[in-house]
């Protein structure tokens, strides 16, 4: 499927915010496989005084952009063309959890890729005892490691209501957890935190969705805002799966990827506040339209 | 060699052993094995005999009283508070035989080059882990292994050029090692401070003559860190988090030994990829920062986004090799407890050799077989989160020490399993006891020993000392110094005299001085204010002292001329019913603060000159009654600020921090002075205001001498804003400050005058040309109007 995706990112100050500087994981990836990027496009107002070009540890693409004098307000405009191949049906050929444990001992790697990066505590997801709790008794029947992620997500969705005004982006994991609402934020690190609590590596995506469904299908949630959803590796036969707990659903045709990491602290699409003494506004916008023909 | 029987026998030492109990299966660093004292305490400890109990004493006062005139202190944090404390000296040095020492150095030489070569794996290909020497999860679940430096190459080739290791010695009498300090380790400093004391307190002894001096190894590094700038005129800089850290007296007191300049994150700024300090003079570059910040805080835009300590774009500039950091910032990564377990084996690969000097013996849980032999060994074992970076004996909240927890109870060996990975397992450590003076007798405690290693051109160099940690009783073994522990100097001791080394002597250093144009913005901003806060101090004790002088005459409050000085008062800040001293007591603690971010740039004897004052000031307050009582208390308080006075003008150099500090004290003047003129010199003023305004102008014999009449308002501003020869006018403040601006930086674009010089001449031409009659009450307000500027334009012109 071929999509057109708009984002504007806004951020007004009350008053002049003292020079700085940005790192931005805004642009989709071109993933062998899954997507393709036509074409890209990134445009910073004011015109920074310096821009540059990197990539991250996990192989995302940042932009960094730097100020040299105070402004009163910064928008990021991203527009991009974008090739999703459909989800390959994936057949369930994943170890147990006891046998997904004994694969990880013999990857011995920390490059990228590898998911020993995806086990532990991170950044913005540290171990819960609450959470592991919960995560063992779903999981206390589970046959296979892809099964186990499903039966999180699937649970979690089940549980948890959608919320865009309960929690803001750094209400802990937890907190959000206890009170059974939130984001695709929120639903994405509680299931993270669920799957390695019972061994297996899981890991954020940041990225798109699309905005208006296909005829006859009901409208996704958090399409109106970057989306985020989990990653988890099933072993060494199938490696990585990509599930929305948002949506109860394989992330597939409907999902476009900018970046992924531990948590979203690696994938934060605008990093580096600007300094300034009083308040700020954000505002964002998203639209992913399917191109037809 | 019967010597050591024979003074046993008869000992050389009086009965100063006779209290010291060493501990079964416990090494000492008095005794021997065989329960002879070693020779290298044995003229010691008859130099020590020799002393009477008044010359101890002595002795021992030196020591403290050096400390207190350096102003050695550290933070201690407890209970969410933080408190300065002395430095915890304990006496007694702590002596190795020069032979033995040359051991421990060539092993811990041997361990710095395993630890670089560690480091340049786990940066670069990951060779450790694919080869399955170290466990990937082990490396991918370290919080100090930081993915933004993967692959980032050190710009000169080594990530470390400054380590820590603490060791002790075992009851079979051999060393270990019980840390690694990579990240940035602090101590050199305060061993440096605590060799001083000691000197002090046993300069006269002959034992002394043959201790091995430090200053070398200092003049090494800094001459390593000199020679991976970009050039002559790059600089070097030491990144403090600020005087809040426990240590900051440390990187104080290094920046100040070794010549080199102390920023904080805020000082430094990221342009094109190139690190830069903002100074007075603009941005200007810096090849070289030796941090004392952990790395996570030291950039928020990739590291620790809650930093306030760091600067945004450092990591960038890094990856873009545009200066050097040392440590390189990941090398926190090294201290994990749980990388201990693999020392020896990465020794073998990396080296091909075993380790000179063995660590403790320490299992990760993440491995079962080692998990398995934890659980089955449990009583000899501490466990620990696996990730801490402290000693053996400092303890995490979840230790479980030989199977038990904190509370006492037994520890649940499935909790062993479900949080395998995050734990590690070390041996219990008994350390060797070594003396401790107390009441005049020695006695034996456990004692580690803080090691430093330096890159120098020609490899790694061991500081020859550093400090002993002391415990503070004989059973405990737990010998931190936030509970409570002593520190005491270490005497490397040779069986030669070594020459006297000073950091002073560099030998074929060139005499050429260099313009001090990099003042950091931030360090002429405190200065700055520095100087106002105590003028303004000093201002507000001369009113002080006026009103109450009157209050012991007239014995009551209610005539004209102490309402308005009451009044006057108040707008300064000062109500009438508040306690005397809270005024003043808060611009000083306004001093102090500012004085505190810029240590490493004024006098010891500047700095206690100002703790000094505010601690009588303190004293004071609890005590001092209003009126009489009171005009005295402050005049001994004037003279404390004089005093500070003094030292700066008489000990500064001129440096540009100087100037700062200079126009900060006339430019608070110039306001205060004038503000006061206003109101006193007014038509309506009460009666007496002019004789009280030549006495708050410390002018009275002057305007005696120079005015035959009595005090007219013309007297009044004559005397004390337009006469040039009087210290104290305004007109003599504008000078000072248009004297000091003359030798700031000026831009290209500002050829001939900054706007703060221009105003500051405009208002001196005025004063110079007027005579009093001219100065009208409008014409004050002007002027006052004009001087409440002068502080946003220096701040616009250099400051930014």
Same mark, same amino acid.
């Given at each position: 499927?071929?999509?057109?995706?708009?984002?504007?990112?806004?951020?007004?100050?009350?008053?002049?915010?003292?020079?700085?500087?940005?790192?931005?994981?805004?642009?989709?990836?071109?993933?062998?496989?899954?997507?393709?990027?036509?074409?890209?496009?990134?445009?910073?107002?004011?015109?920074?005084?310096?821009?540059?070009?990197?990539?991250?540890?996990?192989?995302?693409? !940042?932009?960094?952009?730097?100020?040299?004098?105070?402004?009163?307000? %910064?928008?990021?405009?991203?527009?991009?063309?974008?090739?999703?191949?459909?989800?390959?049906?994936?057949?369930?050929?994943?170890?147990?959890?006891?046998?997904?444990?004994?694969?990880?001992?013999?990857?011995?790697?920390?490059?990228?890729?590898?998911?020993?990066?995806?086990?532990?505590?991170?950044?913005?997801?540290?171990?819960?005892?609450?959470?592991?709790?919960?995560?063992?008794?779903?999981?206390?029947?589970?046959?296979?490691?892809?099964?186990?992620?499903?039966?999180? !997500?699937?649970?979690?969705?089940?549980?948890?209501?959608?919320?865009?005004?309960? %929690?803001?982006?750094?209400?802990?994991?937890?907190?959000?957890?206890?009170?059974?609402?939130?984001? !695709?934020?929120?639903?994405?690190?509680?299931?993270? !935190?669920?799957?390695?609590?019972?061994?297996?590596?899981?890991?954020?995506?940041?990225?798109?969705?699309?905005?208006?469904?296909?005829?006859?299908?009901?409208?996704?949630?958090?399409?109106?805002?970057?989306?985020?959803?989990?990653?988890?590796?099933?072993?060494?036969?199938?490696?990585?799966?990509?599930?929305?707990?948002?949506?109860?659903?394989?992330?597939?045709?409907?999902?476009?990827?900018?970046?992924?990491?531990?948590?979203?602290?690696?994938?934060?699409?605008?990093?580096?506040?600007?300094? %300034?003494?009083?308040?700020?506004?954000?505002?964002?916008?998203?639209?992913?339209?399917?191109?037809?023909? | 060699?019967?010597?050591?029987?024979?003074?046993?026998?008869?000992?050389?030492?009086?009965?100063?052993?006779?209290?010291?109990?060493?501990?079964?299966?416990?090494?000492?660093?008095?005794?021997?094995?065989?329960?002879?004292?070693?020779?290298?305490?044995?003229?010691?400890?008859?130099?020590?005999?020799?002393?009477?109990?008044?010359?101890?004493?002595?002795?021992?006062?030196?020591?403290?009283?050096?400390?207190?005139?350096? +102003?050695?202190?550290?933070?201690?944090?407890?209970?969410?508070?933080?408190?300065?404390?002395?430095?915890?000296?304990?006496?007694?040095?702590?002596?190795?035989?020069?032979?033995?020492?040359?051991?421990?150095?060539?092993?811990?030489?041997?361990?710095?080059?395993?630890?670089?070569?560690?480091?340049?794996?786990?940066?670069?290909?990951?060779?450790?882990?694919?080869?399955?020497?170290?466990?990937?999860?082990?490396?991918?679940?370290?919080?100090?292994?930081?993915?933004?430096?993967?692959?980032?190459?050190?710009?000169?080739?080594?990530?470390?050029?400054?380590?820590?290791?603490?060791?002790?010695?075992?009851?079979?009498?051999?060393?270990?090692?019980?840390?690694?300090?990579?990240?940035?380790?602090?101590?050199?400093?305060?061993?440096?401070?605590?060799?001083?004391?000691?000197?002090?307190?046993?300069?006269?002894?002959?034992?002394?003559?043959?201790?091995?001096?430090?200053?070398?190894?200092?003049?090494?590094?800094?001459?390593?860190?000199?020679?991976?700038?970009?050039?002559?005129?790059?600089?070097?800089?030491?990144?403090?988090?600020?005087?809040?850290?426990?240590?900051?007296?440390?990187?104080?007191?290094?920046?100040?030994?070794? +010549?080199?300049?102390?920023?904080?994150?805020?000082?430094?700024?990221?342009?094109?990829?190139?690190?830069?300090?903002?100074?007075?003079?603009?941005?200007?570059?810096?090849?070289?920062?030796?941090?004392?910040?952990?790395?996570?805080?030291?950039?928020?835009?990739?590291?620790?986004?809650?930093?306030?300590?760091?600067?945004?774009?450092?990591?960038?500039?890094?990856?873009?090799?545009?200066?050097?950091?040392?440590?390189?910032?990941?090398?926190?990564?090294?201290?994990?407890?749980?990388?201990?377990?693999?020392?020896?084996?990465?020794?073998?690969?990396?080296?091909?050799?075993?380790?000179?000097?063995?660590?403790?013996?320490?299992?990760?849980?993440?491995?079962?077989?080692?998990?398995?032999?934890?659980?089955?060994?449990?009583?000899?074992?501490?466990?620990?989160?696996?990730?801490?970076?402290?000693?053996?004996?400092?303890?995490?909240?979840?230790?479980?020490?030989?199977?038990?927890?904190?509370?006492?109870?037994?520890?649940?060996?499935?909790?062993?399993?479900?949080?395998?990975?995050?734990?590690?397992?070390?041996?219990?450590?008994?350390?060797?006891?070594?003396?401790?003076?107390? &009441?005049?007798?020695?006695?034996?405690?456990?004692?580690?020993?803080?090691?430093?290693?330096?890159?120098?051109?020609?490899?790694?160099?061991?500081?020859?000392?550093?400090?002993?940690?002391?415990?503070?009783?004989?059973?405990?073994?737990?010998?931190?110094?936030?509970?409570?522990?002593?520190?005491?100097?270490?005497?490397?001791?040779?069986?030669?005299?070594?020459?006297?080394?000073?950091?002073?002597?560099?030998?074929?250093?060139?005499?050429?001085?260099?313009?001090?144009?990099?003042?950091?913005?931030?360090?002429?901003?405190?200065?700055?204010?520095?100087?106002?806060?105590?003028?303004?101090?000093?201002?507000?004790?001369?009113?002080?002292?006026?009103?109450?002088?009157?209050?012991?005459?007239?014995?009551?409050?209610?005539?004209?001329?102490?309402?308005?000085?009451?009044?006057?008062?108040? /707008?300064? +800040?000062?109500?009438?019913?508040?306690?005397?001293?809270?005024?003043?007591?808060?611009?000083?603690?306004?001093?102090?603060?500012?004085?505190?971010?810029?240590?490493?740039?004024?006098?010891?004897?500047?700095?206690?000159?100002?703790? &000094?004052?505010?601690?009588?000031?303190?004293?004071?307050?609890?005590?001092?009654?209003?009126?009489?009582?009171?005009?005295?208390?402050?005049?001994?308080?004037?003279?404390?600020?004089?005093?500070?006075?003094?030292?700066?003008?008489?000990?500064?150099?001129?440096?540009?921090?100087?100037?700062?500090?200079?126009?900060?004290?006339?430019?608070?003047?110039?306001?205060?002075?004038?503000?006061?003129?206003?109101?006193?010199?007014?038509?309506?003023?009460?009666?007496?205001?002019?004789?009280?305004?030549?006495?708050?102008?410390?002018?009275?014999?002057?305007?005696?001498?120079?005015?035959?009449?009595?005090?007219?308002?013309?007297?009044?501003?004559?005397?004390?804003?337009? &006469? &040039?020869?009087?210290?104290?006018?305004?007109?003599?403040?504008?000078?000072?400050?248009?004297?000091?601006?003359?030798?700031?930086?000026?831009?290209?674009?500002?050829?001939?005058?900054?706007?703060?010089?221009?105003?500051?001449?405009?208002?001196?031409?005025?004063?110079?040309?007027?005579?009093?009659?001219?100065?009208?009450?409008?014409?004050?307000?002007?002027?006052?109007?004009?001087?409440? /500027?002068?502080?946003?334009?220096?701040?616009?012109?250099?400051?930014?």
């Amino acid at each position: 499927m071929l999509y057109d995706i708009t984002l504007r990112i806004e951020y007004a100050y009350d008053g002049m915010a003292a020079a700085g500087r940005h790192l931005l994981r805004l642009t989709p990836a071109t993933i062998p496989g899954q997507q393709r990027v036509i074409a890209a496009n990134l445009d910073v107002a004011p015109a920074p005084f310096e821009r540059n070009f990197s990539h991250d540890f996990f192989g995302n693409r !940042c932009v960094g952009v730097s100020y040299d004098e105070a402004v009163e307000e %910064t928008a990021f405009l991203m527009q991009a063309r974008v090739d999703r191949a459909p989800l390959d049906p994936v057949f369930d050929v994943s170890p147990s959890l006891d046998r997904l444990t004994e694969e990880l001992e013999t990857i011995l790697s920390v490059a990228a890729d590898s998911p020993q990066h995806f086990r532990g505590r991170s950044p913005r997801i540290p171990p819960s005892s609450e959470v592991a709790a919960w995560a063992r008794t779903q999981t206390s029947a589970s046959p296979s490691a892809l099964d186990a992620v499903r039966t999180i !997500c699937t649970a979690l969705h089940a549980e948890m209501a959608f919320d865009p005004e309960a %929690t803001a982006v750094d209400t802990p994991l937890e907190e959000a957890f206890r009170a059974r609402h939130g984001v !695709c934020q929120d639903f994405t690190h509680i299931a993270i !935190c669920a799957l390695r609590s019972v061994g297996v590596p899981a890991g954020y995506v940041s990225g798109f969705l699309r905005t208006i469904p296909p005829k006859g299908s009901a409208r996704l949630e958090g399409a109106d805002a970057m989306h985020a959803w989990v990653r988890a590796w099933c072993g060494m036969e199938i490696g990585w799966v990509e599930f929305d707990p948002t949506n109860n659903m394989m992330a597939g045709e409907d999902h476009v990827t900018v970046a992924v990491g531990r948590d979203y602290f690696d994938v934060a699409p605008v990093k580096g506040a600007l300094r %300034t003494a009083g308040s700020q506004e954000t505002s964002q916008s998203v639209d992913m339209v399917a191109v037809s023909g | 060699m019967s010597e050591p029987h024979q003074a046993d026998d008869r000992p050389a030492w009086g009965n100063l052993l006779e209290a010291y109990r060493r501990l079964p299966g416990v090494a000492d660093e008095l005794y021997d094995s065989e329960g002879r004292v070693r020779p290298v305490w044995q003229p010691f400890l008859r130099d020590l005999a020799a002393l009477d109990a008044d010359e101890l004493d002595h002795a021992l006062a030196r020591g403290s009283q050096y400390l207190r005139d350096a +102003g050695v202190f550290f933070r201690q944090y407890a209970a969410g508070d933080s408190t300065e404390r002395d430095w915890p000296l304990s006496h007694l040095p702590m002596l190795i035989e020069a032979g033995e020492w040359q051991n421990i150095a060539t092993a811990l030489m041997q361990r710095a080059d395993v630890l670089e070569a560690a480091m340049a794996d786990f940066y670069g290909p990951n060779q450790l882990v694919a080869d399955g020497v170290l466990p990937a999860r082990l490396l991918a679940s370290n919080p100090e292994w930081l993915r933004p430096m993967v692959g980032v190459q050190p710009r000169h080739g080594h990530y470390l050029h400054f380590l820590a290791f603490d060791i002790g010695r075992g009851p079979d009498g051999k060393w270990w090692v019980l840390g690694d300090r990579t990240q940035a380790p602090s101590g050199a400093g305060f061993a440096l401070e605590t060799r001083m004391a000691t000197s002090r307190s046993f300069s006269s002894m002959t034992s002394n003559a043959n201790v091995m001096r430090l200053a070398g190894f200092f003049r090494r590094f800094r001459d390593t860190l000199l020679s991976m700038r970009d050039g002559e005129t790059s600089r070097v800089a030491i990144l403090t988090p600020g005087p809040l850290n426990d240590t900051y007296f440390e990187h104080s007191y290094i920046a100040r030994y070794l +010549g080199l300049m102390l920023v904080q994150g805020a000082d430094l700024a990221v342009r094109e990829n190139r690190l830069m300090v903002r100074t007075v003079s603009g941005l200007q570059p810096v090849s070289v920062v030796w941090r004392r910040l952990d790395a996570e805080w030291t950039d928020p835009l990739e590291l620790n986004e809650g930093s306030q300590l760091g600067t945004p774009g450092m990591v960038g500039a890094l990856r873009n090799g545009s200066f050097t950091m040392v440590n390189a910032l990941g090398s926190g990564v090294l201290e994990a407890r749980a990388l201990m377990a693999f020392m020896p084996r990465m020794s073998e690969v990396l080296m091909g050799q075993p380790l000179a000097m063995p660590n403790i013996a320490t299992w990760w849980c993440g491995g079962t077989a080692e998990r398995d032999f934890v659980k089955a060994n449990l009583e000899r074992m501490t466990i620990d989160n696996a990730m801490s970076t402290r000693l053996p004996f400092d303890h995490g909240p979840n230790v479980v020490i030989g199977g038990r927890k904190l509370d006492g109870s037994p520890v649940d060996p499935d909790w062993i399993d479900r949080n395998g990975p995050l734990l590690a397992g070390q041996e219990v450590v008994s350390l060797s006891t070594a003396p401790a003076l107390v &009441d005049g007798k020695l006695e034996a405690r456990p004692m580690s020993l803080r090691v430093f290693v330096a890159r120098s051109g020609g490899g790694w160099v061991v500081m020859p000392g550093g400090f002993a940690r002391i415990g503070n009783s004989a059973e405990s073994a737990d010998i931190s110094m936030q509970r409570g522990g002593a520190v005491s100097d270490v005497w490397v001791v040779s069986d030669k005299t070594g020459p006297v080394d000073t950091l002073l002597e560099t030998g074929g250093g060139s005499a050429k001085r260099t313009h001090d144009m990099s003042l950091p913005s931030t360090a002429a901003d405190n200065l700055f204010w520095l100087g106002r806060y105590v003028e303004r101090t000093d201002f507000k004790i001369r009113l002080l002292r006026a009103l109450h002088a009157r209050l012991a005459e007239t014995g009551g409050g209610d005539y004209p001329l102490a309402v308005t000085l009451s009044d006057y008062l108040a /707008s300064l +800040g000062m109500e009438t019913d508040d306690p005397i001293f809270d005024g003043i007591l808060e611009d000083m603690r306004c001093a102090l603060r500012s004085a505190g971010q810029v240590r490493d740039r004024f006098s010891t004897d500047a700095w206690n000159a100002l703790v &000094d004052l505010t601690r009588t000031t303190e004293m004071f307050a609890e005590r001092v009654l209003p009126g009489d009582d009171a005009s005295r208390a402050f005049s001994v308080l004037l003279r404390k600020t004089s005093g500070f006075a003094g030292l700066v003008h008489e000990n500064m150099y001129r440096s540009t921090g100087w100037r700062f500090l200079g126009i900060g004290r006339a430019v608070e003047r110039t306001w205060g002075m004038m503000n006061f003129l206003r109101v006193f010199t007014d038509v309506e003023a009460p009666d007496g205001s002019l004789d009280l305004a030549i006495e708050v102008g410390d002018s009275v014999m002057t305007h005696r001498r120079r005015y035959a009449a009595g005090t007219s308002r013309d007297t009044a501003v004559d005397l004390l804003l337009l &006469d &040039d020869m009087n210290p104290r006018s305004v007109l003599n403040q504008l000078i000072a400050i248009d004297d000091h601006a003359s030798f700031l930086p000026v831009s290209v674009e500002e050829v001939r005058m900054t706007p703060f010089q221009r105003r500051v001449l405009e208002m001196k031409t005025v004063l110079a040309a007027a005579a009093p009659r001219e100065i009208t009450p409008e014409r004050l307000d002007d002027l006052s109007e004009d001087a409440a /500027s002068l502080t946003g334009l220096l701040a616009d012109t250099y400051l930014q």
